[in-house]
C-alpha cells in the first residue's frame, strides 16, 4: 500500500455526500437511509474516514459508551480503492484508537467480512441464546421515512 492513505477522526474532514451515496445505494444494510439519519448517525458516533490525498474514499463508525462496550458499523472501502490494503488500514485505526481501549465488548454485522474482522480476534457470539435483536431491516423503505 503506498503511504498517500491516512485515517482521520476529524468530521469536518467527512465527504457526508459521499458517505450518504454509498450507504443509501450501494450497502445491503442501509439501503434507502435517509441523509439526515446518515447525518444524525455521525453526529453521535466516532467516525474513522480514510483519505487519498483530500478525496475520501472510506468510512467506518463507532458508537460507544468508551468504557464497556462498542458498536462497530457501516465500515467500507468505495470500489475502485479495495484491493490496496485499506480495510487493514483502517481496522488498524480503529482497534488502536486510544479511546476504544480495555472495552469487555465489541460487537458488529456483517455479511461478508467475516475473514477481515477474524483477523482481528472477532469470533461468532459464543452462545447466541443470550441475544435478543429487534430488528427493522425495511425501516429505510417505509414512507414515513422518506423524505421528499
Known amino acids: ?9 476529524e468530521k469536518q474532514l ?11 445505494t450501494k450497502a445491503y444494510w442501509s439501503l434507502k437511509i435517509p441523509k439526515e439519519t446518515v447525518i444524525k448517525s455521525i453526529e453521535y ?15 467506518a ?8 462496550i462498542a458498536y462497530l458499523g ?12 485499506l480495510s487493514t488500514l483502517l481496522m488498524n485505526s480503529i482497534m488502536d484508537h486510544k479511546e476504544l481501549q480495555g472495552l ?13 474482522y477474524k483477523k482481528y480476534g472477532w469470533k461468532e457470539l459464543a452462545d447466541p441464546s443470550l441475544w435478543l435483536e429487534l430488528n427493522d431491516s425495511e425501516v429505510y423503505q417505509k414512507d414515513e421515512n422518506m423524505i421528499v
Not at 463508525?61 to 464497556?68: E, L, N, P
Open 1 to 9: 500500500m503506498e503511504n498517500k492513505y491516512i485515517v482521520s477522526t
Open 14 to 24: 467527512l465527504d457526508i455526500d459521499m458517505i450518504h451515496n454509498f450507504l443509501s
Open 45 to 59: 458516533s466516532l467516525c474513522f474516514g480514510v483519505y487519498k490525498d483530500q478525496e475520501q474514499v472510506g468510512f
Open 61 to 68: 463508525r463507532v458508537i460507544s459508551d468508551y468504557a464497556t
Open 74 to 85: 457501516d465500515v467500507f472501502i468505495l470500489e475502485p480503492y479495495r484491493g490496496k490494503g
Open 104 to 116: 469487555r465488548r465489541w460487537i458488529l454485522l456483517t455479511g461478508d467480512a467475516h475473514g477481515l
